[in-house]
């Protein structure tokens, strides 16, 4: 699905997260990142992965690890996610769709059997240096916390 690689440089996100904050990648350096792109607030799989990061969110940071959100909705739908599902971490509005088309994760979607454009569900684990060092393509929804840790303790 994205056109990118392990060892690619990370794109560079120019965004704002749910309060209008200024999102940049650089911001992050020294630092983990856990880049996850999901396709719609307050939705079944995209609220049960936000809540396994969240309950997860203590062991995630021991292990280095910050985590950024991302999907197309706007802010004030963010503000409402955060705010219902208690999230600890910022998500990243990108309506202009400009960070979902640099990380190649927007296309052609099928659901019943309908042909449709949207976001795909892939996580990025980008280095401390900004490269990428982990992709997810098949995210398990409900389970993506240890997912993620058994990649790097396996």
């Known amino acids: 699905m994205t056109h990118l690689q392990v060892g690619d440089q990370a794109p560079a996100i120019d965004a704002v997260d749910q309060d209008g904050k200024p999102v940049n990648l650089s911001d992050y350096k020294g630092k983990k ?5 999901y396709p719609k607030d307050d939705t079944p799989g995209c609220t049960a992965e936000a809540c396994n990061l969240r309950d997860n969110y203590e062991a995630l940071q021991e292990q280095g690890f910050a ?15 955060i705010g ?7 998500l990243v509005s990108d309506a202009d769709k400009k960070v979902v088309n640099a990380y190649g994760v927007w ?35 409900k389970d993506h916390t240890n997912q993620i840790l058994e990649a790097y303790t396996s």
Do not use: A, C, N
């Open 33 to 37: 990142v856990i880049l996850y792109f």
């Open 67 to 81: 985590i950024l959100g991302v999907s197309i909705d706007s802010e004030k739908s963010h503000q409402k996610f």
């Open 84 to 90: 219902k599902y208690d999230l600890p971490f910022p």
């Open 107 to 141: 296309g052609k979607k099928k659901f019943m059997g309908r042909e449709y454009e949207g976001t795909h569900r892939v996580t990025f684990v980008i280095d401390e240096e900004g490269k990428v060092e982990k992709i997810f393509e098949k995210v398990k929804t």
